[in-house]
């Protein structure tokens, strides 16, 4: 309206232009439009120097871009109606999900995965509310923590779980990233992150609940000789036939191309792809190249033959 606007509108645009001046030294920062602006603030990339005059980028992520505010919030009730697509929005995702919290004085970023939240998501089909929470910068080792959980309203699962993101994996300001050394090591770590949390997330969208994810860390941790330190989690459900239509559109095109590479190789272990095929089969879930494969490492099996093709 004329001569008015929200303190929090203006807060809000002074937080995203603190994030986009400060990330925007190590990474490509594509910034979206607020009318389109459904959850992810801006889509970034990490910046890789080519040589001297170049650059390409890489590990592409979302962001969300908030304030020094302590918890985040998916889920739950508004106005006697439970917000069940924001839970259905996380699930969606196909890229992964970084939390930016821009500091009070607009002149620091705190990174924070947001692996925790996929955590649940493998765990319950329908969580009524996800609760996250979040510590400053810190030097100590955190370790991921179980999600707690409250029985809480009759929506969904009605479950309240609380996952802990703890401290950010990377913080950083504008006179650090003056520096070319912190800028290229705060590239390779959130590159580090950004690759694993999108194996975590193309699973969890592919229905297969086995992740594995982060499980110690601390900030600005630029030791990148030593492993990192993972954390696995699989689901699964005793119903018999729930997911496992899902699982097979993800099986069969994997074991199909495992069993054509093998085939091709020469490599005898083809052949103990052919109960796994014919089970695929019968199930009426081969595909024509699957079929097609079957066939041949049949045909040279029952001839004693390797099992690449002949010709």
Not at 11 to 39: M, N, T
Request: glycine share 8%.
């Amino acid at each position: 309206m004329p001569g008015k606007q929200l303190n929090i509108s203006i807060r809000g645009e002074q937080y995203e232009k603190a994030f986009d001046a400060i990330a925007s030294r190590f990474l490509s920062v594509v910034k979206v439009p607020r009318p389109d602006d459904y959850g992810i603030d801006a889509y970034c990339h990490v910046l890789r120097p080519i040589d001297g005059i170049s650059s390409t980028i890489g590990g592409a992520f979302g962001v969300q871009i908030r304030g020094p505010g302590r918890n985040l919030q998916f889920g739950g009730m508004k106005d006697a109606a439970w917000k069940s697509y924001e839970i259905e929005w996380l699930r969606s995702l196909a890229v992964p999900l970084f939390l930016a919290r821009v500091s009070l004085d607009c002149t620091r970023i705190d990174f924070y995965s947001m692996w925790p939240v996929w955590l649940v998501l493998a765990s319950s089909p329908t969580p009524f509310r996800i609760v996250c929470k979040f510590d400053d910068p810190s030097s100590e080792p955190f370790t991921l923590p179980e999600a707690t959980r409250e029985a809480d309203g009759s929506w969904g699962d009605g479950t309240t779980w609380t996952v802990d993101f703890g401290p950010p994996f990377l913080s950083v300001n504008q006179e650090q990233l003056s520096d070319s050394n912190h800028r290229e090591r705060a590239a390779k770590l959130t590159w580090r992150w950004a690759e694993c949390d999108r194996t975590v997330v193309i699973r969890l969208l592919l229905s297969v609940a086995y992740l594995e994810g982060m499980y110690e860390w601390f900030t600005n941790d630029f030791d990148f000789t030593k492993p990192c330190k993972i954390k696995g989690m699989m689901t699964w459900s005793p119903v018999p036939g729930q997911n496992i239509e899902n699982i097979c559109r993800v099986f069969e095109p994997t074991i199909t191309n495992l069993g054509a590479n093998l085939q091709w190789q020469n490599d005898l272990a083809a052949y103990k792809l052919i109960p796994a095929l014919e089970w695929l089969e019968s199930r009426g879930w081969l595909s024509g190249f699957g079929v097609g494969l079957l066939k041949g490492l049949k045909d040279t099996e029952s001839q004693g033959k390797p099992p690449r093709p002949a010709g």
